[in-house]
């Protein structure tokens, strides 16, 4: 089944103990971006990729830190998680960097709820 | 950085009857996307319309785009309890040599039984 997996679903941590969250997808997509949803804000892009070796800054970076070694996994890292990183963040990919032009859809993952405290 | 804006942001009907929500825009636009979420979980692509189309339909949906009113809008016909649920619209902003996909805040669509 075509998808994107995220790890894990829900992470309760506290503030300034450097955490992961993985991102898989098995559909040889190019492109992988990450977000948050945050009440009253709606979903923000914190990174994305074009491809292998390609990461770039979203609308909301601070704080956290990506990286693209294989073509199918985009981790996210907070090194030092802070409150106002609580969110709820998902991973999407899509075949092509190329959006405006080729328009594909995202496939998000399920997300992966995070509270810091 | 919004690009597309969901109207209404909250509508609740009685199953069977239609629902109709609009999407707004800023910019010109190549082609523009609907997603649905269910409460807490990750978005569905829904439809994609390009710019050189007027009207697109899959299933129970329909969307039009009108590019000269910059606006877009997601019908959903004999609408279903299972039809409860955000809808996003999404569209591609181009900033400085890259492309990203910008989606509105969303509309709440509560199907009453």
């Known amino acids: 089944e075509a998808q994107v997996t995220q790890n894990p679903r829900y992470l309760i941590t506290v503030t300034g103990k450097k955490l992961t969250v993985t991102c898989s997808q098995n559909m040889n997509h190019e492109y992988m971006s990450w977000y948050r949803q945050d009440p009253g804000l709606g979903l923000r892009q914190i990174y994305y990729?074009?491809?292998?070796?390609?990461?770039d800054k979203g609308d909301v970076p601070e704080g956290y830190k990506v990286s693209r070694k294989e073509k199918r996994n985009f981790p996210l890292i907070l090194e030092s998680p802070s409150p106002n990183q609580t969110s709820l963040y998902f991973c999407a990919s899509t075949r092509t960097g190329r959006l405006a032009t080729l328009g594909y859809g995202y496939t998000f993952g399920s997300g992966t709820r995070l509270t810091v405290v | 950085s919004q690009q597309g804006e969901e109207d209404p942001q909250a509508l609740s009907i009685q199953e069977g009857e239609n629902a109709t929500m609009n999407c707004s825009y800023k910019t010109s636009i190549n082609n523009l996307q609907w997603y649905r979420q269910n409460s807490g979980r990750g978005l569905v692509h829904l439809i994609l319309?390009?710019?050189?189309?007027r009207e697109k339909h899959s299933g129970r949906l329909r969307v039009t785009l009108d590019t000269s009113k910059k606006s877009s809008s997601l019908l959903i016909t004999a609408s279903r309890a299972a039809d409860t649920a955000s809808y996003f619209c999404a569209t591609v902003l181009l900033q400085g040599g890259s492309e990203k996909l910008v989606f509105g805040k969303g509309m709440k669509l509560t199907v009453n039984p």
């Open positions: 319309i390009r710019s050189n189309e």
């Open positions: 990729s074009m491809n292998v070796e390609v990461t």
